[in-house]
């Protein structure tokens, strides 16, 4: 079994609630309240802004053979933000002054303090999750939705074949660095394995709630 289905199948109890979240069961539906889709599509604008530095502080330490493909995801991910801000214009969603959630906040933190405080293999294996969690969330809004749906271009985005492409190529390049880590390193892949599998389901549910910050909801 590879790195990638050894680690998978060990948090499957995480993924299959990730799946089976009613933020991508009502996206999928056409029920989803639109103020509801709303929060998601601002707090994972400030996300995607902050996987850019992610993606950029990956760099000094990539392989060469990485560097390339590292690169190129920059582009794609301000072609994002512009699909964001192209859906919000479309659907009167307000992009400005986002303030993150906690939980945004805190998954953003982890992002930036894995690229710079952990080694290459470890932050990887968060780039990974984070984008296969996407796909795999997507695919299951895809087996549904209504193909004319206003947030379908989002849908499109994240199970696009390009994007299946990049997810096979991180699992397999994510596969090669498990096989070249030591003991301590292969323990600290999973354990980010895991941590990032666990904001990934805090993140749908903080869009599904419109959590903010405790105690302070009124400041999000
Ligand atoms: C992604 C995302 C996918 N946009 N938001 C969250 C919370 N997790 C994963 O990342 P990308 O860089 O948009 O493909």
Partial sequence: MSFCEEQLARVRPVWERILDHRFLKET???????????TWMRQDYLFVEAAIPFIAALMPKAPTAHRRALGEVLPVLERELELFRERAAATGV???DLKPSFVNHAYVQFLLASAFTRSYAEAFTV???LEKAYYDSWMAVREGIDRGSTWYPFVENWTSDAFKAWVEFLAANLDALAA???VTERE???ELFELTAKYELAFWEMAA???GWPCLEEET
């Fill in 180 to 182: 070249d880590a030591g």
């Fill in 28 to 38: 999928r539906d056409g029920t989803i309240a639109d103020q509801t889709f709303a």
């Fill in 209 to 211: 709630t419109g959590a």
């Fill in 188 to 190: 600290g892949m999973a």
């Fill in 127 to 129: 780039l990974y999750v």
């Fill in 94 to 96: 307000e992009l400005e």
